[in-house]
């Protein structure tokens, strides 16, 4: 059946049949009528009133100028790789020169249709079955262009051509349904790839931005450490130089040697009272119970310290010198006197 349906000429196209010569006629707008004089072609009637000589002229052909449209019966053709393809259209013509397709084919349709079909198949022996898909729209324009160029000296123009259906082998079809969703499972795998890159990416960039926060606070912490402990040291060391100051205002007064001399003492008998509470080892000098030695001792390193300060001062008050000394060894002898 689908041999004898190639085969088969496709369907002639309506036109309003051939009209008797009376005269006076009236063509219908969209045709186009031949005339003939004696059987030697006179000329084509134009639509609306005409007029013509009885038993001279005949009307031959009755041509249509309306766009025709041909259904291509489905045939098959193999593809580039050798796959075999059943593959029909639709294609859509117009009479330009109704001289032409009187006269030069017998059946313009049936020649144009045979046409399409030869080169529907030409075409798809150069394309593979994957391009056969993808380029529908150059397939047919290339059918169009071919059969323009043969169908020039018929007085008919190809407007245009479309595949409608395509069938392709079971066995193919099963092949390319795998092959689809091989391409599916392959663009999923590389999205998930690429979405667990872009996530390992984003955690890097986090990690790496926090420790950079972690150690630009580390630094201004360390900054402003350093900063307190400098300004803790400077108001230490201003509060040590005051209290130099005033001690130093304190000793130039009247009894200020002695009052020192005191004091170092007092600090000397305290510091070697608590050496046996730090440690389990002391070591002792020979005359532990010699107070007035140990307090001399101490008296001596603290005048070698003024000693200088002594000299310079010595011209200046030299009566404040001898007194101090003497309140100092008094103090003494009556430590010395209760301690014994």
Sequence with gaps: LKRAAQLAPAPCRWNSGLPMNIGVLFVPQQEAWVVERMGKFHRILEPGLNFLIPLLDRIRYVQSLKEIVINVPE???????????QI????????MDPYKASYGVEDPEYAVTQLAQTTMRSELGKLSLDRVFRERESLNANIVDAIN??????GIRCLRYEIKDIHVPPRVKESMQMQVEAERRKRATVLESEGTRESAINVAEGQKQAQILASEAEKAEQINKAAGEANA???????????IQLLAAALAQQHGNAAASLSVAEQYVNAFSKIAKDSNTVLLPANTGDVTNMVAQA???????????AVKTQDEMPSAHEDSRSPVTEVLKAEQGSSS
């Design 75 to 85: 045939q098959s053709a193999v593809t580039l790789d050798n796959v075999t393809l």
């Design 88 to 95: 029909d259209g639709v294609l859509y013509l117009r009479v």
């Design 149 to 154: 160029q043969a169908s020039d000296c018929w």
């Design 233 to 243: 040291m400077l108001v230490k060391a201003r509060a040590k130089a005051e209290a």
């Design 299 to 309: 008296l001596g390193i603290y005048t070698t310290l003024t000693k200088p300060q």
